[in-house]
Nanobody, 120 residues
C-alpha cells in the first residue's frame, strides 16, 4: 500500500521554475517505478515523467529537456523539477506509480494533486 501527497505547485510566470514534491507513505515504495502525471482542463491525464527503482528516467517529448524527475528512497520522496515553464504546462500534477506506461496498480489510489498555473 502507498499513500501519496503532492505539494509545491503554484502560480509562476512563463519561463519560470517550480519544484514539485511527492511524499509517499506505506510499503513498497522502493520497488515501484514512479511517475508524475498531469491533467489540464478538458484533457485526459497524461504521464509526463517516470523514474524506475534503478533511477532510469523517461519523459514525454513535450517536457524533455525542461523537467527532471528524481527520487529519494530513504525519504520515500519523488520530485519534479520544472524549468522553462510555458502556459501549456498548466495542469494539476499528480504523483503515482507506473506499470510500464499503463498507470498505477489498482491498489494504489490517486492523491489530490497540486495545481501548477503558468501565466503572466
Amino acid at each position: 500500500q502507498l499513500q501519496l501527497v503532492e505539494s509545491g505547485g503554484g502560480l509562476v510566470q512563463p519561463g519560470g521554475s517550480l519544484r514539485l514534491s511527492c511524499a509517499a507513505s506505506g510499503s513498497g515504495f522502493s520497488i515501484y517505478t514512479m511517475g508524475w502525471y498531469r491533467q489540464a482542463p478538458g484533457k485526459q491525464r497524461e504521464l509526463v515523467a517516470t523514474i524506475t527503482s534503478a533511477g532510469n528516467t523517461n519523459y514525454v517529448d513535450s517536457v524533455k529537456g525542461r523537467f527532471t524527475i528524481s527520487r529519494d528512497d530513504a525519504k520515500k520522496m519523488v520530485y519534479l523539477q520544472m524549468n522553462s515553464l510555458t502556459p501549456e504546462d498548466t495542469a494539476v500534477y499528480y504523483c503515482n506509480a507506473d506499470s510500464q506506461g499503463w498507470g498505477p496498480p489498482e491498489w494504489i489510489s490517486w492523491g489530490h494533486g497540486t495545481q501548477v498555473t503558468v501565466s503572466s
